[in-house]
């Protein structure tokens, strides 16, 4: 009987349990999360060579003119080392990660999620998900406010492959925004990409004018109306300026190139 318990317990049935349980649902990037990862013995007694946890997220690949969802790894985290688990046992280990800064926003469809395994030699890896939401910086609101302020309405937030734009992962996350008032007629959309670090955020604008006349249209479709624009502020610049002045200084800086 024992060996046909470990045997089942080697393909996952009457395995250990695994359960994360968070302190929040809700996080920004950059903040800290704890939790607690219970566990709960199978049938047979087990080793258990450490539980990881992983931070998830999905974007959107092209290839062969056909779009489709590739899960990513933002981050890993080690929780526990070795240690033998007993039939039934249950055992608690405290969590503490910090997420990384370019961990995406939950707007639109970009899911984030930590995954919870237990590294069993010899056997399917008892795993939990829990879904986590994360919201805007300070930094980063205050750049969504400003930009409400001058009437664009975000229209898509999206995560994309592009290798070339992300910094240290194979994607970023895009916001797309229409223009309601002041560059209405001017602009088609405006979008922008965060890069935070720990001690400041960057964007970088793709602003898309609106073709006029002919010379407009043969520019738009060489994609010649499109510039790319940078601009950087530390944190402490963000907060000192908040969305007022950070509106004034985008409209100037939009303005340039319309």
């Given at each position: 009987?024992?060996?046909?318990?470990?045997?089942?317990?080697?393909?996952?049935?009457?395995?250990?349990?695994?359960?994360?349980?968070?302190?929040?649902?809700?996080?920004?990037?950059?903040?800290?999360?704890?939790?607690?990862?219970?566990?709960?013995?199978?049938?047979?007694?087990?080793?258990?060579?450490?539980?990881?946890?992983?931070?998830?997220?999905?974007?959107?690949?092209?290839?062969?003119?056909?779009?489709?969802?590739?899960?990513?790894?933002?981050?890993?985290?080690?929780?526990?080392?070795?240690?033998?688990?007993?039939?039934?046992?249950?055992?608690?280990?405290?969590?503490?990660i910090t997420l990384p800064q370019q961990t995406p926003l939950t707007i639109g469809n970009a899911p984030v999620w930590l995954k919870t395994e237990l590294d069993i030699a010899s056997?399917?890896?008892?795993?939990?998900?829990?879904?986590?939401?994360?919201?805007?910086?300070?930094?980063?609101?205050?750049?969504?406010?400003?930009?409400?302020?001058?009437?664009?309405?975000?229209?898509?937030?999206?995560?994309?492959?592009?290798?070339?734009?992300?910094?240290?992962?194979?994607?970023?996350?895009?916001?797309?925004?229409?223009?309601?008032?002041?560059?209405?007629?001017?602009?088609?959309?405006?979008?922008?990409?965060?890069?935070?670090?720990?001690?400041?955020?960057?964007?970088?604008?793709?602003?898309?004018?609106?073709?006029?006349?002919?010379?407009?249209?043969?520019?738009?479709?060489?994609?010649?109306?499109?510039?790319?624009?940078?601009?950087?502020?530390?944190?402490?610049?963000?907060?000192?300026?908040?969305?007022?002045?950070?509106?004034?200084?985008?409209?100037?800086?939009?303005?340039?190139?319309?």
């Amino acid at each position: 009987m024992s060996m046909f318990n470990r045997l089942l317990a080697s393909v996952g049935i009457g395995n250990a349990k695994v359960d994360t349980l968070l302190e929040h649902v809700r996080y920004a990037p950059g903040d800290q999360v704890k939790g607690v990862v219970k566990i709960v013995g199978g049938q047979v007694a087990q080793q258990v060579d450490g539980i990881r946890l992983t931070l998830m997220t999905q974007y959107l690949k092209e290839s062969n003119d056909h779009k489709h969802w590739v899960n990513c790894e933002l981050a890993r985290y080690r929780v526990s080392e070795a240690f033998s688990l007993q039939p039934n046992e249950e055992r608690d280990f405290p969590a503490l990660i910090t997420l990384p800064q370019q961990t995406p926003l939950t707007i639109g469809n970009a899911p984030v999620w930590l995954k919870t395994e237990l590294d069993i030699a010899s056997a399917v890896d008892p795993s939990d998900q829990d879904r986590i939401e994360i919201v805007p910086s300070v930094e980063q609101s205050i750049v969504i406010d400003a930009l409400n302020r001058l009437g664009f309405r975000l229209r898509k937030a999206e995560c994309e492959y592009a290798p070339r734009l992300g910094s240290v992962s194979p994607f970023v996350q895009e916001f797309e925004f229409v223009p309601t008032s002041y560059f209405r007629g001017e602009l088609d959309e405006l979008e922008v990409i965060f890069y935070p670090t720990e001690h400041q955020l960057e964007l970088l604008l793709q602003i898309d004018r609106r073709a006029r006349g002919l010379g407009g249209w043969l520019s738009e479709a060489m994609d010649s109306d499109e510039t790319f624009v940078r601009y950087r502020l530390s944190r402490d610049e963000w907060r000192r300026l908040g969305a007022e002045k950070v509106s004034t200084q985008l409209a100037e800086l939009i303005r340039k190139y319309v």
